[in-house]
């Protein structure tokens, strides 16, 4: 059986090149980069290169300015946490949207319990904010505003260089960070272009790596660590370096700068394929997102009458891996936050599939997918109650409860 993987905004397979390098480093040169010996000096070296590769790759001017962690999540933790307490005797409100990762969110709902005030602002349909939005939820106390550069979920940009602009001119030194863990190796990523302070990274979603990330951090950023140790990255994060992942992380985000266009340009036509295809060989669905101004490889779509999961555990079957909106909670599906955000109802979000086609996709991927979605959401409709017109709660054809 065929085996297509469609679900690169989870994660990324390694490059083999990225793997053969990370090995080295585990085994071969496996020192420690703070040693002063040979075999720390002989990993530090490297280690440091990795940090020019991503220097590099964002376009920042210094690379003092990154520092390695753990991955996304602990990176956003880095960054809002990191900058709302030192900058608290400034001010105490923290702006960000509703169809942030919840690396970013939970880390804002954590802040609010800690006395922070946090504006969630809403999205349109597409699942973007407005520049405008940002402008007028600013109050004198704003110190901190943190909007992602592209939804894991639908693919949505975000206008991110003109917000950078628009809190730049305030000229009250607001700190502006960006999650770009989704939109490295598929956009251009440029913190002077984009004007922003503090931009976090992955390696796993770039074809590096798993349990590695980075935080940029413009120099002269009012910012303090939010862990205490060694003096590891600058004092910035303590722990002994995850040399072997730092390596890799490097390599990766080279690689995938270095092909950017030529991939965008390729995935872009496999989305055109695979959206057009959907739309005209489906009835009752819809395409999530921004149609255009959205990351190339991602698809989200909305199938009425029917639940993702059952979507996702048939093609599942099929070899094919691909995501669904919910997130299981306390064991029941919720559907997405960020479907609700753009307004879609409840029962239709519960409906939705998310496909993020990588580097080893082909065209005969898109077709194998879709010639097997077809005869899959047909059967599911036929067994749906709502698709059917009986009883929602019970299934039956006419139900005497009148449920
Ligand atoms: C937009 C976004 N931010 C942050 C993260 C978290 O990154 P990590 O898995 O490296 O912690 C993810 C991962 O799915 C993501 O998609």
Redesign the pocket.
Known sequence: MRRVYFDH???TPVDPEVAELVMKYMTDHFGNPSSVHGFGREVKKPLEQAREQVTKAIGASHVGEIAFC???????NMALRGAAHINKQKGNHIITTSV??H??LSTCQQLAKEGFEVTVLPVDQYGRVSVEDVKNALTEQTILVSI?H???EVGTIMPIADIGKMLKEQDRKIIFHT?A??SIGKLPVNVDDLNVDIL?L????IYGP??I?AMYLRRGTWWQPIMYGGGQERRRRPGTENAPGIIGLGKAIEKVTENREQEAERLTKMRKKLVDKILHNIPNTRLNGDPDNCLPGHASFCFDYIEGESMLLSLDMQGIAISSGSACTSGSLEPSHVLLAMGIPKEIAHGSLRITMGKYNTEEDVDYFVDNLIPIIERLRKMSPLASGACTPCGCASCEENH
Do not use: F, I, R
């Open positions: 905004a989870a994660t753990s991955g996304g999540t602990e990176a956003a942030e990762h690396a970013v992602m592209a939804n894991n999650d863990v989704q976090t992955s390696g796993h979603k798993k349990a990330g």
